[in-house]
């Protein structure tokens, strides 16, 4: 499993690539623009071509599952303890039926003890990012872990099979493929070397 996160601040032609990397395959878009509003995800979503709707995952505002045909919905960590782990009725009026639901952690031991079901999960940084300055990798090894962990941080086509090895079923990706010239070829690339190790 590959999944491309989106870059936080817009890049220019950023729907364009995204269009193009559809294309080439990629199968989960995790949408997470924490500046823009509800309008502005909105009008996001609607300059992406409709049939790539369902391979996009919202990070914020989830009630956009409802208008839209994505894929599901990623709770952060903060928003998941605030949102889930106390109890409340979070899906009332959300139509989940078929869709996914993922979430992010930063401590494998958080992610083990988690009793909330998750499609996957996202644990990071494994190694150094390459978005965030000063995003010290950890090299967790999640292989006692017995769930879908999808490794982020410092992701790129010379780290996934470390990333494997360490226990994880997938990758997330970001300055790998936004922070380099060509996002398309650079997420080609990875897409091959993943699917040639797993």
Known sequence: ?????????DIPNEIEILNQLFKE???FYHFRKPDKNYEEHIVYLNQIDRKYHNRIVVHF???????FNLKG????????KDSLEK???YF?????????MS??????EDLAACNLIFDYHLLSPVFSSISKQGYQGRGFDVNHINKTIIGMGGINRETIQETIQLGFKGIGVLGGVWNVENPVESFKSIKE?????V
């Open 1 to 9: 499993m590959i999944i491309l996160i989106a870059p936080e601040q």
């Open 25 to 27: 395959g990629l199968q």
């Open 61 to 67: 505002y989830h009630e956009l599952i409802n208008d």
């Open 73 to 80: 919905i990623h709770f952060q960590e903060q928003k998941r």
């Open 87 to 89: 109890g409340i009725g």
């Open 92 to 100: 009332n009026g959300l139509k989940m039926n078929g869709k996914t």
């Open 103 to 108: 979430s992010s952690f930063h401590e494998p």
């Open 193 to 197: 070397k993943f699917y040639s190790l």
